[in-house]
């Protein structure tokens, strides 16, 4: 039985003391893992057998809701003891994630840096760089000596996650360079760190969205990107690490967007959502769409003659609407995927439905083939009127399959893009949005050829 088992299984406490020390040699982020299976109620006396930087840093890993429960179920004193030894950043997000009141009773309990720290961070929103940035860094001046430097790094004692860069700047703590820590140490004593610093470097503002962020961090691949001000003071760094959950977010955010699912205003945990607020979230979009499907339901009732006339209309409407479907979906990933990563812009439409339509128009032909040879084989037994044959019928039908493919290519393409010009989200224009639209633009296209040909 693996400890994660063992852990979530337990029956006395004692069983998972017996533990500490196997747990102590672990990396923090699985003792984290295996303790987030510990009820509240047990977890800090578990806790209590590590040292408080051990604690901060195991904390620090859980899920927002757990530490919110933690919070919940502990004394304010003995969670401030915790809380200041957490990263900076992972300080500032629980803090934004209490109640006013919550953080007021929290504050008196932690140290005077730390209460400014946590105050400086969170006052920044969550989406920008301030909000996710850290202030766990460390700093040296130009006219220091390389051993000078190496003494003010000892004293300000980063974390050994953050201490890759040590940041050059000036006396109002304006960023003029950095110097790496192999640079430090490969060069001799006596040379000054301005002989030895980079003054080329990439940064990021505390107003940048999160997103430009981690971009950047990935673009250059950076172990942390310097933040200033809009006074170029250096005041905070992001980390690689910060930018992997910023990118997972972002997906998840941009997943849950393009199945119509309405964000949540705080980290969603699946098993720690109730029901309700799942329906929530869900309901909206999948009820708007419902509606406008009664559009669907008008066109079919349009053409009721139509399919009385031909019955072997009404055996493939799924067929084309599903076809239509998966090419509009296919089509919209693509284009939001490009927009995601900035190699698209409204400016680009034209080249975009120009591309999608060749695309499409390959697409058309083999589905269409498909679909003519799918009608002869599957409904070769099937009544129809005498005036109509059976491949007359298969031809109309892949014709109409192939002009929907088309047609849903393009409308999926299309709408990401006129979505981004106004504003909004391409992802919310996405499935199941486009697969409403396409059916209601499939079944015109489909009836209107039909009659068309059959006159019907």
């Avoid at 996710?132 to 050994?160: G, N, Q, W, Y």
């Avoid at 967007?257 to 945990?269: P, R």
């Avoid at 070769?380 to 005036?387: D, F, G, K, L, M």
């Amino acid at each position: 039985m693996d400890l994660k088992t063992l852990v979530k299984d337990f029956e006395k406490i004692d069983q998972i003391i017996e533990l500490i020390p196997m747990l102590k040699k672990m990396p923090v982020v699985e003792v984290a893992e295996i303790l987030d299976q510990v009820d509240e109620s047990y977890l800090l006396s578990i806790l209590d057998y590590f040292t408080l930087t051990q604690q901060g840093l195991i904390v620090s890993e859980f899920n927002i809701v757990k530490q919110i429960d933690l919070f919940k179920t502990t004394s304010r004193k003995r969670f401030a003891d915790i809380f200041e030894h957490m990263p900076s950043d992972s300080r500032a997000d629980l803090f934004q994630h209490l109640t006013q009141q919550e953080q007021a009773e929290l504050l008196p309990y932690l140290s005077k840096k730390t209460r400014e720290d946590v105050i400086h961070l969170s006052a920044y929103p969550p989406e920008t760089a301030g909000g996710i940035m850290s202030t766990d860094f460390a700093t040296v001046h130009a006219d220091m000596t390389c051993a000078e430097a190496i003494d003010k790094i000892r004293l300000d004692a980063p974390s050994k996650k953050t201490i890759y860069y040590c940041y050059v700047v000036d006396d109002e703590m304006k960023l003029i360079g950095f110097i790496t820590l192999k640079d430090l140490i490969m060069a001799t004593p006596h040379t000054l760190v301005q002989d030895a610093m980079h003054t080329e470097f990439v940064f990021g503002r505390v107003t940048d969205d999160r997103e430009e962020i981690a971009a950047k961090i990935e673009k250059y691949d950076l172990v942390a990107l310097p933040i200033i001000n809009h006074k170029d003071q250096l005041v905070g760094i992001v980390t690689h690490e910060e930018a992997i959950d910023i990118i997972r977010a972002e997906h998840t955010e941009d997943m849950q967007k393009f199945m119509g699912i309405v964000e949540a205003n705080k980290e969603f945990d699946y098993l720690g959502t109730s029901s309700w607020e799942h329906f929530k979230r869900r309901a909206v979009w999948v009820i708007s769409l419902a509606a406008l499907g009664i559009v669907s339901g008008m066109i079919i009732h349009s053409y009721e003659n139509a399919i009385e006339k031909l019955l072997i209309l009404a055996l493939y409407m799924p067929m084309v609407a599903d076809t239509g479907g998966n090419a509009g979906s296919q089509a919209a990933t693509v284009v939001v995927r490009a927009l995601a990563l900035g190699q698209l812009t409204f400016k680009d439409w034209l080249k975009v439905i120009w591309k999608e339509t060749k695309v499409s128009t390959l697409l058309a032909i083999c589905l269409g083939v498909l679909a003519f040879a799918k009608v002869l084989f599957l409904s070769w037994e099937t009544e129809i009127p005498s005036q109509y044959s059976l491949s007359v019928i298969a031809f109309v039908i892949s014709l109409a399959l192939s002009l929907q493919v088309i047609s849903a290519t393009i409308i999926g393409a299309a709408l990401p893009l006129v979505v981004r010009r106004f504003g909004g989200d391409p992802a919310v224009a996405a499935s199941p949005a486009i697969t409403t639209v396409v059916d209601i633009t499939g079944l015109l296209i489909y009836f209107g050829v039909a009659t068309a040909f059959f006159h019907l």
